[in-house]
Structure formats: C-alpha cells, structure tokens
C-alpha cells in the first residue's frame, strides 16, 4: 500500500509560480510512474504531467507545456511539479497518483491517490 501526501499549494498571482510536492510512503517509490492530475469546480479530473519510474519519460498535457516541469527524487521518495507563469485557469485541486513503473496520462490507471493541493491564481 502506498500512501501519498501533497503539499506546496496556496494563493499566488497570475504570472507566479509554485513548486508542488508529492511524498510517498509504503511502497518502492522508484518501482512507480508518478502523475500529477487536477480537478476544478464542477470539472472532471484532468491530466497535468506524468512521469516514469526511471524519469526517462515525461508527459505534459498541452494546456501546461512549456510552463510547467515534473521531476523526482527517488532517494527522498518525492515527485515535483514546477509550474511557471500560472495562469487563472491552473486554478484546481493538485492530486498525484502513482501506478506500476509505465507512466500515463488517463487518471483510471492509476492505483494510489493523494488528498490534493489546492492551487488557486488570481488575476
């Protein structure tokens, strides 16, 4: 059983950045691939970014591209989500999954979840 905590989120303004956290616990971290999903009010889950067990993949939705930076350190059983020049639209609650070694972007294939970070930009 895996347990994962995020933190890093809060109140900043358009332009700002924010760097997220994701720490695991319980299981091998560096056996899973690590994604960063959101949810808004009223929205579905959506992807972010994803990683793979061994960082030699990484996937960004196209909303995020270029402003955004997944990485992980498998010594400190952590995930990052750098996210640069955040725009209103970022705001959502942060959740990261974790799931067996291949990373991927659809939310049903991952195993464990995390309670969330809420990121909220003001214009």
């Known amino acids: 059983q895996v347990q994962l905590v995020e933190s890093g989120g809060g109140l900043v303004q358009a332009g700002g950045s924010l760097r997220l956290s994701c720490a695991a616990s319980?299981?091998?971290?560096?056996?899973?691939?690590m994604g960063w999903f959101r949810q808004a009010p009223g929205k579905e889950r959506e992807f972010v970014a994803a990683?793979?067990?061994?960082?030699?993949?990484?996937y960004y939705a196209d909303s995020v591209k270029g402003r955004f930076t997944i990485s992980r350190d498998n010594a400190k059983n952590t995930v990052y989500l750098q996210m640069n020049s955040l725009k209103p639209e970022d705001t959502a609650v942060y959740y990261c999954?974790?799931?067996?070694?291949?990373?991927?972007?659809?939310?049903?294939?991952?195993?464990?979840w995390g309670q969330g970070t809420q990121v909220t930009v003001s214009s």
């Open positions: 999954g974790a799931k067996k070694y291949i990373a991927r972007t659809n939310a049903h294939e991952y195993d464990y």
């Open positions: 319980g299981g091998t971290f560096s056996t899973y691939a």
């Open positions: 990683i793979s067990w061994n960082s030699v993949d990484t």
